[in-house]
């Protein structure tokens, strides 16, 4: 039994096939799928999506590429759809300066908002990070002081100073396809070090296909594919792996049902 802790099959590369993607991921024995909404405006339709298929589940959030959508982004914008029973998750939220530092002010305040939102409600943050380590470590760790909260990193490839930090915050590290990708080896060494009890695996999909489907459009059938090569990281059985990353996913979005 697998989870896909992170895709994105609302986006429009899925209008075409989103009910077969579920059937794919369901032969692959993808009990769970966390389908999260990266604008504010798309959660009310991904809501009803939900609605419709069991052990599925999305969040409430905006993209830190989105920043400057909103001119005015309010803390009360993500409470009111944490309402929902099956909005588990604030987020996606954070800093990616690789494409996007020129609107890194609205970034910060944006982000902000999304951590107030998890102080407030107890769910766990939903952290994206690009080429920002430093703002997201100082961001995370000041406000942490403040009033503390949960969340994860997810698909995580920044350094290893960003993870020891996440890690004594209480976060979990979640592994994406990156970690099959050939050159990938620093990020290997990484995980290998991420302690059991705070691991994730994910798609992001439609991105970062893992190997061998790199290069295609990713979908959550192919979490098995990364999980796989997290096995041969961390030294277990493919089976282990998927029990261990399920376990902590369920330990982590504790609003999802666990219906056996």
Avoid at 70 to 80: H, P, R
Avoid at 149 to 155: A, K, M, N, Q, V
Avoid at 178 to 183: E, V
């Amino acid at each position: 039994m697998f989870t896909d802790s992170h895709c994105h099959i609302n986006s429009e590369d899925f209008a075409g096939d989103r009910e077969e993607t579920v059937l794919r991921a369901r032969e692959m024995k993808v009990k769970y799928i966390l389908d999260v909404s990266d604008d504010v405006a798309k959660t009310p339709e991904i809501i009803e999506f939900c609605r419709k298929h069991r052990n599925i589940y999305t969040t409430a959030g905006l993209h830190p590429e989105l920043a400057d959508k909103y001119d005015d982004f309010k803390v009360e914008m993500i409470l009111e759809q944490l309402q929902s029973p099956y909005v588990v998750g604030v987020g996606e939220c954070g800093l990616d300066f690789y494409y996007n530092a020129d609107i890194k002010a609205q970034q910060l305040k944006v982000f902000q908002s999304h951590i107030e939102a998890a102080q407030q409600s107890g769910l766990p943050l939903i952290v994206h990070s690009r080429d920002a380590d430093d703002e997201m470590i100082k961001m995370l760790t000041e406000n942490y002081k403040k009033q503390p909260f949960r969340g994860e990193l997810h698909c995580f490839s920044s350094s290893e100073r960003l993870c020891r930090t996440a890690l004594d915050l209480g976060f979990y590290i979640s592994a994406s396809g990156i970690i099959t990708f050939k050159k990938s080896e620093e990020l290997r060494r990484i995980f290998a070090v991420v302690p059991d009890e705070r691991l994730l695996v994910e798609t992001d999909a439609p991105f970062l296909a893992p190997t061998p489907h790199r290069g295609k459009r990713n979908e959550p059938a192919y979490v098995v594919n990364t999980a796989q090569v997290l096995a041969e990281i961390k030294n277990k059985s493919i089976e282990e792996i998927a029990v261990i990353t399920t376990d902590n996913f369920l330990t982590l979005f504790d609003k999802v049902k666990n219906d056996g």
